[in-house]
């Protein structure tokens, strides 16, 4: 059973795709296409049961196996799991090819099960960071009725994975020389309330009406396929995006990277009625300026996090510049995360995905 696809390729945002998948905690096979190459991610309940690619072939299997167990799969095991490869990869079914093999080598006990959810992790690693490149193609997500057929070596959190992705792929590149950190809020409060900021914030917070944070995107019922991702297209956004910024080069450049996904970012330029538009706007993620006109955005960060409405939304700080000491103010008025401007998609898009789903 379909639930979304499209026969002619088209621009494709596979981090926006995976988020809705999770965030419904769908069950079945996403099936990816794009230049006759093939994704298949088998799914249960939004975790990753398994993910290969047309373009893995066997060599994938052969590298993981020697990185992972290169005392136990000698050239010999390797040659008779070639083989057993080899006649799934000529019928119709070949993207089950890898996840057979797997079984395989636990069935004629070369490998234990714990093992096998090892080889299937590291194979995921590899599938995701090539589907995380594509930009055209087309996809489906079927029903995956014989699942059960398949023992379930491990269950693994897509958000996870796409964080080691990104993190593996920025150490290869390093095209970006700013520093960007990845900090949690911090649990407590004191540090929080180390800066003190004018009058005028604490005004505008006490204004602000305060209403329940929810995310929009929420689980589907028992059955997750009653809806389907193809309506989605024409729906409005899942994700609200305030973004408190005057730069408009930067806000165009957000609405560009944002453009044909599930996150709909509105702008506030205004700091008298920041936080006034906030409550109107229900956010489920705020971008935040450090320096604008009248505003100190470390200081309406430290706020945000006192209020009831805003203290569990993602608040992302973006500078003109970043520093060490930049870095440390994000964590003590407890910021989401800290980036410098220009900003990068890809950090901000894995960020959106890891953030809000």
Known sequence: MVLAGTITQKTLHPLTLLAQLVGRQVSGELLVVSNDVRWSLWLQRGKLLFATSSQNGF?????????LFPETLSDLVLAQLQLYHRQYTHQSNDLTADYRAIRWLVEQEHIAF???GQFIRALAVTTL???LRVNRGSYEVN???NIVDYP???TLDIRTLVEQCHQESASLTKRDN???????APKSSKVAQASVPGSDINTLLKQASPTTFETSLQALGSDPFTSTLANKSSASPSYQLVCIDSDDQCLQELRGYLEDTVFSITSVDDVATAVADLAKCQPDLIMLTTSMEGLNGFDLC???R?????????IILMARKTSIIGQLRAKFCGASYYIGKPINRTKLMVKLFTLLV
Not at 59 to 67: H, V
Not at 178 to 184: A, E, K
Not at 306 to 314: C, E, G, I, S, W
């Open 143 to 145: 029903s995956f009725s």
């Open 306 to 314: 006192r209020h009831p409405q805003y203290k569990d939304v993602p």
């Open 152 to 154: 379930t070596f491990c």
């Open 302 to 304: 430290s706020h945000l």
């Open 114 to 116: 714990d093992q096998a």
């Open 129 to 131: 960071t090539s589907l």
């Open 59 to 67: 060599d994938a299997l052969r590298f993981e196996g020697r990185q």
């Open 178 to 184: 700013t520093p960007i950190s990845d900090m949690p």
